[in-house]
Structure formats: C-alpha cells, structure tokens
C-alpha cells in the first residue's frame, strides 16, 4: 500500500518561505513512469495543482506558481519537498503531496494515491 505523508510548519508569516516535506512509504520515487505532486486547496476554492517530479528527476510547475515554487527530492530517504516563498494570506490552504500517473512523455491527470494534507496558515 502506498502512503504519502506531510509534514512541516502549520504558521508562516507573510514573505516568508513555506518548506513542506512528503515521505513515500510502499513505493520508489524513482519507480517509472510515477510523478509526485503537490496540490493545494484554499478555504472555499477547488483543488489547485502546483507541480511535480518525475522519477527520472525532471520538475514541472504549474505557471501561475513557477516563481515562487521550487519542489526536489531526496532519493535516499524517498522524499520529495516543496519550497513557496514570497508568502500572502491567500497562500492559506490545506496542502497535499500525491502520486500522479503518467508515461515517459510526461504526466497525466490519475492522482491515486493521497497524503492525509497538512494545514498551512500565512499570516503574521
């Protein structure tokens, strides 16, 4: 069974940077053709997808966030990390690191496999 878990501070004041940790159990990161996202729901809004990292290590960010987002990995530990700097209040939102399906050529919409999400509150 995979599992995918969250971690990192609940409270951030505004400008700073958000550094949010997901540890994979049950599954490589590495395992093709697998790309691991983070996904973001503000209060009262849908779903927004930030980015994501493939197996092979290539980073691929959603085009409103890509300035202020830099996500990586730490294949020894099977982690992947997310860092959104530049905070604002509306970065308030609950957060999720999930797998997502894809092919060689790139990813694809199948998110199956979720963490739990972690609450992350901007404001001084």
């Known amino acids: 069974q995979v599992q995918l878990q969250e971690s990192g501070p609940g409270l951030v004041k505004p400008s700073q940077t958000l550094s949010l940790t997901c540890t994979v159990s049950?599954?490589?990161?590495?395992?093709?053709?697998?790309?691991w996202s983070w996904i973001r729901q503000s209060p009262g809004k849908g779903l927004e997808w930030m980015g994501a990292?493939?197996?092979?290590?290539?980073?691929y960010y959603s085009p409103s966030l890509k300035s202020r987002t830099s996500i990586s990995r730490v294949t020894s530990k099977n982690q992947f990390t997310l860092q959104l700097n530049s905070l604002t209040p509306e970065d308030t939102a609950v957060y999720y690191c999930?797998?997502?399906?894809?092919?060689?050529?790139?990813?694809?919409?199948?998110?199956?496999?979720w963490g739990q999400g972690t609450q992350v509150t901007v404001s001084s």
């Open positions: 049950g599954a490589s990161i590495t395992s093709e053709y697998y790309y």
């Open positions: 990292k493939s197996w092979s290590g290539s980073t």
């Open positions: 999930a797998r997502q399906g894809g092919s060689r050529y790139g990813y694809g919409n199948e998110l199956d496999f």
